[in-house]
């Protein structure tokens, strides 16, 4: 028996990211499933949650706004994730304005990837102390932050914070992916 899933953005997001903890904040600190945020929804937490919510969030974004980049630049431009960087000047923009909300491919999520099954869904696992304390099937450790799981779809990489997931590494995460798993991120996207 499977896991209820919960957390923030899109139950059946392209890229999910799974993170320890939750936000201090009602509703989502008493959340029961997934909930899809909203356009302030973002500020509003980080501004009653403090910076290390806002961070999340920024790297995240600037994740996503690299990716969709990186796919432009190797001419696969189908699907949500591909045009973010077409539709939205700055990384900024991208996140007040679509990050984990409705039809956003995105997912942040308080509960542990459901590696059982096939999907096509890319699970990114933030940490190398939670990955491990989750158990996860069949990783490759690339180096002491980065592991995959090719069968599962998954990734671990540092947490979501400018000091442990810096630009450059922000740079290597969306390598490993397109290296990896750019098939999941181009098929058909509803």
């Not at 690299?66 to 432009?72: E, K, M, T, Y």
């Not at 956003?104 to 190398?128: C, N, W, Y």
């Not at 000091?163 to 450059?168: A, C, D, E, G, K």
Request: aromatic content about 10%; hydrophobic content about 35%; proline content about 3%.
């Amino acid at each position: 028996m499977t896991q209820q899933t919960i957390g923030l953005g899109q139950s059946d997001a392209r890229i999910c990211v799974y993170i320890a903890n939750t936000p201090q904040l009602t509703p989502y600190n008493q959340l029961s499933s997934v909930r899809e945020l909203q356009a302030g929804h973002i500020n509003e937490i980080g501004q009653a949650c403090g910076n290390g919510w806002r961070k999340v969030f920024n790297v995240y974004a600037k994740v996503m706004f690299a990716l969709s980049s990186q796919l432009c630049l190797s001419s696969k431009t189908d699907g949500v994730i591909a045009t973010i960087s077409q539709q939205y000047d700055r990384w900024q923009s991208y996140r007040d304005q679509r990050l984990l909300q409705n039809k956003s491919e995105t997912g942040l999520f308080f509960t542990a990837p459901d590696t059982s099954k096939q999907s096509e869904q890319l699970h990114i696992v933030m940490g190398r102390q939670y990955a491990k304390s989750l158990n996860l099937p069949s990783l490759k450790w690339l180096n002491n932050e980065f592991a995959i799981s090719e069968a599962h779809n998954l990734i671990v990489c540092p947490y979501f914070d400018y000091r442990q997931l810096s630009n450059i590494k922000i740079v290597y995460l969306t390598e490993l992916i397109l290296a990896h798993f750019s098939s999941t991120l181009t098929r058909s996207q509803q």
